[in-house]
């Protein structure tokens, strides 16, 4: 296995670090964000799996960690069982227990041309890939409440990419974790399990929030003139 790391991370702000995986498919190469609060660490999202997540990340074990999966999909879920305390919308409860292809993904990923430019482990098959199942201890919904002691972060449930999509509002300070509801990015709607109408609703939503920075699951952080851009692209494409 290379020496160099496999994860590298990036200071965002005082409190955020994002943490990516550049060796796996640039398709596939979700956002991890730390955040440090003054009670208790989220950890939203969760890459691949393809090498220990938790021992990477710079964690006070004086505080708790809060993990929340913005949805199922593969690429956010893989280190998701190594945190205690989980959190995930009730639409895709089942599947965090169970991690379904049908739900996950992971076949398109074992699949994927060059999935992974370099191996994780000396041991990596790439057709042998698979998700540990991470069973929800906390279900959220519309309007749950997660706070770390320096911010509440309201749950919003943004179907339409995936049932359970959510995103993490920080009213309070205009600070939006959008998961894969909206990126910098061309938005996927085309793999099972999304539903364009409820995409548009979303798209519809997002562009009434009070935010100033939005961290999406993919791609750089936005502005919401930024966010607000890519849902008037995505409403106007289907329009056609």
């Known amino acids: 296995m290379s020496a160099s790391p496999w994860f590298e991370a990036e200071q965002l702000s005082e409190h955020v670090v994002r943490v990516s995986e550049p060796s796996v498919h640039r398709f596939y190469r979700a956002n991890i964000y ?22 990477f990340l710079d964690i006070d074990a004086t505080k708790p960690i809060l993990a929340v999966a913005t949805h199922v999909h593969v690429d956010h879920v893989g280190s998701f069982h190594e945190f205690d305390n989980r959190f ?4 895709e409860e089942g599947a965090f227990s169970t991690m379904p292809d049908l ?23 790439a057709a042998k890939f698979g998700l540990n199942v991470a069973p929800l201890t906390n279900v959220v919904t519309e309007g749950s409440v997660i706070d770390t002691g320096s911010a509440s972060y309201r749950v919003l449930h ?28 061309a938005l996927v709607d085309d793999l099972p399990g999304c539903e364009i109408d409820e995409y548009l609703d979303t798209m519809s939503r997002l562009q009434e929030l009070d935010v100033s920075i939005v961290y999406g699951g993919h791609g750089a952080p936005m502005s919401r003139e930024r966010m607000n851009h890519v849902a008037e692209n995505y409403q106007r494409k289907m329009a056609r």
């Open 34 to 55: 730390h955040v440090k609060g003054h009670d208790a660490d989220l950890v939203i999202d969760f890459g691949m799996g393809l090498q220990s997540l938790g021992r």
């Open 88 to 91: 995930g919308h009730a639409a």
């Open 103 to 125: 739900a996950t993904l992971a076949h398109y990923f074992r699949t994927q041309p060059e999935c992974v430019s370099r191996a994780p482990t000396s041991a990596w098959d």
């Open 158 to 185: 943004l179907p339409g990419h995936s049932p359970g999509s959510i995103g993490l509002l920080d009213e309070r300070n205009g600070i939006l974790f959008s998961g894969d509801a909206i990126y910098d990015g």
